[in-house]
């Protein structure tokens, strides 16, 4: 049996470059890149209602909401990625390693709108990475197959606050940029699948009828 090949390890440059070239999007992780899966419809409209919330309540102030095609370095990781939405108050500050300049290092709020295929990642090593920057200040998760936002804030020195929001009249406080978003307006517009309970679906099921 062959010895196992190691897998190619990319340079930031390399990636950079690859990077603008290419027709689609991928992270980029110690070395290796990572291609990113195009989202749902509802997934869509969930981005695209929260980025008008915060413009609409951002307006005039200092704090700017940028969608996902701004791309983000964590420095002390080097993980590259794109943010669903991010909120940078005052200048933005560029990764120097970014021949053009587009990949910007002080986010204050990140936000990303939970997938299926992505939800464990966004919860666990992306997060883990997310807290290693110095300017965030909140990390927002947004479910798509239900109302719900959980709001993680640093209060302290290594210590994040969860705070939760649930259902289409709720609504939740992002103090550190002074915007409460309403459940409501994020999910304007967003169908959610019926969700059947077990014991109405076995009763179905045993009277013979589809559901």
């Known amino acids: 049996m062959g010895l196992a090949q190691p897998a190619h390890r990319f340079s930031v440059a390399e990636y950079y470059a690859l990077e603008e070239a290419a027709e689609y999007r991928s992270e980029y992780f110690e070395g290796e890149i990572f291609a990113m899966a195009g989202g749902s419809a509802r997934h869509s409209l969930i981005s695209a209602n929260l980025l008008r919330e915060l413009g609409n309540q951002l307006k005039g102030k200092r704090c700017t909401a940028y969608e996902s095609n701004l791309r983000l370095k964590v420095e002390a990781s080097g993980l590259r990625s ?29 936000f990303e709108v939970l997938s299926p295929s992505t939800e464990a990642y966004d919860r666990g090593k992306k997060a883990e990475n997310y807290r290693l920057i110095p300017s965030l ?16 804030e640093r209060v302290g020195d290594g210590f994040w606050r969860l705070s939760e929001a649930g259902g289409l009249e709720g609504s939740i406080a992002l103090e550190c940029i002074e915007v409460t978003l309403s459940l409501g307006e994020i999910y304007e517009g967003v169908e959610f699948d019926v969700e059947v309970r077990p014991d109405v679906l076995e009763a179905a099921v045993g009277r013979g009828e589809g559901v």
């Open 82 to 110: 794109y943010p669903d939405a991010g909120v940078y108050c005052g200048q933005l500050a560029f990764d120097v390693e970014d021949p053009r300049g587009q990949t910007a290092l002080n986010p204050t709020v990140l």
């Open 137 to 152: 200040k909140a990390y927002v998760l947004i479910s798509q197959d239900r109302a719900k936002v959980e709001v993680f």
